[in-house]
């Protein structure tokens, strides 16, 4: 409590849940031609991460390319980019907004 306001904060469980929450409800589609397109290459002394990259990309409606390319019609690369930095998996992912041919 800061003088008569008070101030919640998350724990970093609750920023990940909080982050997978704001891509599963995104209804806001790119234009046509467009994609959210998610790349990564986690090396195996950190596959837990990996492991639970994969999933959750599943779980929210992503269509996968190769084992590490997926990609959503849906306009989720700024909530996509803040889930990834709270999992400190930023320096092996990288998500675009991309033209599909």
Same mark, same amino acid.
Request: glycine letters at 2%; charged letters at 25%; hydrophobic letters at 40%.
């Given at each position: 409590?800061?003088g008569?306001?008070?101030?919640?904060?998350?724990?970093?469980?609750?920023?990940?849940? +909080?982050?997978?929450?704001?891509? +599963?409800?995104?209804?806001?589609?790119?234009?046509?031609?467009?994609?959210?397109?998610?790349? +990564?290459?986690v090396?195996e002394?950190?596959?837990?991460?990996?492991?639970?990259l994969?999933? +959750?990309?599943?779980?929210?409606g992503?269509?996968?390319?190769?084992?590490?390319?997926?990609?959503?019609?849906f306009?989720?690369s700024?909530?996509?980019?803040?889930?990834?930095?709270q999992l400190?998996?930023?320096?092996?992912?990288?998500?675009?907004?991309?033209?599909?041919?």
């Open positions: 409590k800061k008569e306001e008070i101030e919640i904060e998350f724990t970093n469980k609750g920023k990940v849940e +909080f982050l997978k929450a704001k891509v +599963f409800n995104c209804r806001d589609r790119l234009p046509a031609g467009q994609v959210c397109l998610v790349t +990564f290459d090396p002394h950190a596959r837990r991460i990996r492991y639970l994969r999933m +959750f990309l599943k779980e929210a992503f269509m996968q390319h190769q084992r590490s390319v997926w990609s959503s019609s306009n989720v700024h909530p996509m980019s803040a889930f990834v930095k400190k998996a930023d320096q092996w992912v990288s998500i675009f907004t991309a033209f599909q041919s």
